[in-house]
């Protein structure tokens, strides 16, 4: 029998993305709205009703009015919104946080997949806070950048239609300056600091892929750690994971002239983990795809947790346990 799956919100970029992934699977079904019926809510909430996983690619106040419509008790929802990322009775979506949250995840009828800016920066964070060597008043910065498709259909338009020739588009653009990026809650929850990192996002000339940068102070770390001594904790923290790869210290065989670019990952659901440095100072940088780990590849990851399936089942990139 196949698994009933109903993407709320499938117009958008991550619901093109993760309807692609799912019409490539033979165990599961889309359940989709009658064109004819698209804007009538009760067909709407009779989706919602019917399906076993809902995935829901849509913005957080309709996130929030979708789930108030499911009656089912039997439904279960993954939202990629920001919606739900620190709300109370929702299991977040990273299965690599720690060792307790991927049986939280394969139980769990609420999940909220975390934002791409956000996966970058746990996978960085959140083993330095589990063993003490960051704490919770670390004065953490961040920097990020990522392909223009994280910004959805209007940016995408811009760069690819509308404004493909503007020169103002040929560079790196920093953006949310007032330094209320949506993803710094979840930031901040997920890794229980005190105060949510001085975090600046950019968006690049590029479609697809990111790099998101932690710097660190050795003398102010609780553990007296070199960079080398921070690339094997996260060696041994991920260790077996499918999708985290930690690259040897100081590793650039990959670089391009000694540039290092931010689509390695693209078109999987890996994130790679990289540290640089030397004997005061240290960088981890996170590469991901901003739409596979990012995105709809980590809602399918989950996905696949909830129906009792190897974690890895059409998803690029996992490495062999």
Known sequence: MKHRIFVDGRHGTTGLELGARLA???????IVIDPEKHRDPAA???CLNEAEIVFLCLPDAAAREAVALIENPAVRVIDASTAHRTASGWIYGFPELDKAQRGKIRTASRVAVPGCHATGFNAAVHP???????????PLTAQSISGYSGAGKAMIAQYEDTRKDDPALKSPRLYALGLHHKHLPEMQAINALEKPPLFTPMVGPYRQGMLVLLPLRRELLAKDLDAAAVRELYAAYYQGEPFIRVIPFDDQSGFDGGY???????GTNRLDLFVFGHD??????????????????AAVQCMNLMLGIDERTALVGAAHF
């Open 24 to 30: 490539a699977r033979d165990d599961v079904e889309q």
């Open 44 to 46: 709407r909430k009779a």
């Open 128 to 138: 330095l806070r589990a063993e003490g060597v960051l704490t919770a008043d670390y």
């Open 260 to 266: 290092f670019g931010a689509d390695g990952a693209n």
């Open 280 to 297: 005061e100072e240290i960088l981890v940088v996170s590469r991901l795809d901003n739409l596979g780990k990012g995105a709809s590849g």
